[in-house]
């Protein structure tokens, strides 16, 4: 779930969500304009969230990259014993669709399902249950923090902390399996019981 959000000195960050469909979710993954990343950007975060910086504070081909391999992966690679594939579903922008990504997650044992363009917001479960709570929940935080520090700014050394409280308030398990419910997405079941036959 890419979504960006805006500084009052209009710089752009993108917050990365992942989740799967029994109600879980990836810690956040920020992507903040800059050249050189200062520990400062993630005080205040949830444990586990990371950052990478692009000149833009877009994501782009070499940030979904670095984000599969330095943090997707971590905390979604099954058991080896298991001999499962990942199945990562996930908005069809062109700089995600890079071959050479694509051949690192065969090799990696990650299935890339890209949805097509314009129509993540029916499509994607992020997008059809996350989005507004998380818009709502981080827009809530940022009154809050505007009301106790009277004359302040939010700055890009603030989001972090603001964008966690909210993903941590909006992702609920139950948010999430909503949002796959909605999408037609079920878990595969492989224990249940096929009929026998006649």
């Given at each position: 779930m890419p979504?960006?959000f805006t500084?009052?000195?209009?710089?752009t960050?993108?917050v990365?969500?992942?989740?799967?469909?029994?109600?879980?979710?990836?810690h956040?993954?920020?992507v903040f304009?800059g050249?050189?990343c200062?520990?400062?950007?993630?005080?205040g975060?949830?444990t586990?969230?990371?950052v990478?910086?692009?000149?833009?504070?877009w994501?782009?081909?070499?940030?979904?990259?670095?984000y599969?391999?330095?943090?997707?992966?971590?905390?979604?690679k099954?058991?080896?014993?298991?001999?499962?594939?990942?199945?990562?579903?996930?908005d069809?922008?062109?700089?995600?669709?890079?071959?050479?990504?694509?051949?690192?997650?065969?090799e990696?044992?990650?299935?890339?399902?890209v949805?097509?363009?314009?129509?993540?917001h029916?499509?994607?479960p992020?997008?059809v249950?996350?989005?507004g709570?998380?818009?709502?929940?981080?827009?809530?935080?940022?009154?809050?923090f505007?009301?106790?520090?009277?004359?302040?700014?939010?700055?890009?050394?603030?989001?972090c902390?603001?964008?966690c409280?909210?993903?941590?308030?909006?992702l609920?398990p139950?948010n999430?399996?909503?949002?796959f419910?909605?999408t037609?997405?079920?878990l595969?079941?492989?224990d249940?019981?096929?009929?026998?036959?006649m």
């Amino acid at each position: 779930m890419p979504q960006a959000f805006t500084s009052p000195k209009s710089t752009t960050t993108t917050v990365i969500g992942c989740v799967n469909a029994l109600g879980n979710s990836i810690h956040l993954f920020f992507v903040f304009k800059g050249k050189r990343c200062n520990p400062d950007l993630m005080k205040g975060g949830c444990t586990g969230a990371a950052v990478t910086l692009s000149e833009t504070g877009w994501s782009n081909g070499e940030v979904f990259r670095h984000y599969l391999e330095h943090h997707f992966l971590s905390f979604a690679k099954p058991t080896p014993s298991s001999n499962q594939l990942i199945l990562l579903i996930y908005d069809g922008h062109t700089s995600h669709k890079r071959p050479e990504t694509i051949t690192w997650a065969r090799e990696h044992e990650i299935v890339l399902f890209v949805l097509p363009a314009h129509i993540s917001h029916l499509l994607q479960p992020l997008d059809v249950a996350i989005s507004g709570p998380f818009k709502k929940h981080y827009c809530s935080e940022c009154s809050q923090f505007l009301s106790r520090h009277m004359g302040q700014n939010i700055t890009k050394y603030n989001i972090c902390t603001l964008a966690c409280r909210a993903y941590l308030k909006a992702l609920t398990p139950a948010n999430i399996q909503s949002g796959f419910r909605k999408t037609g997405i079920y878990l595969l079941k492989t224990d249940v019981n096929q009929p026998e036959k006649m």
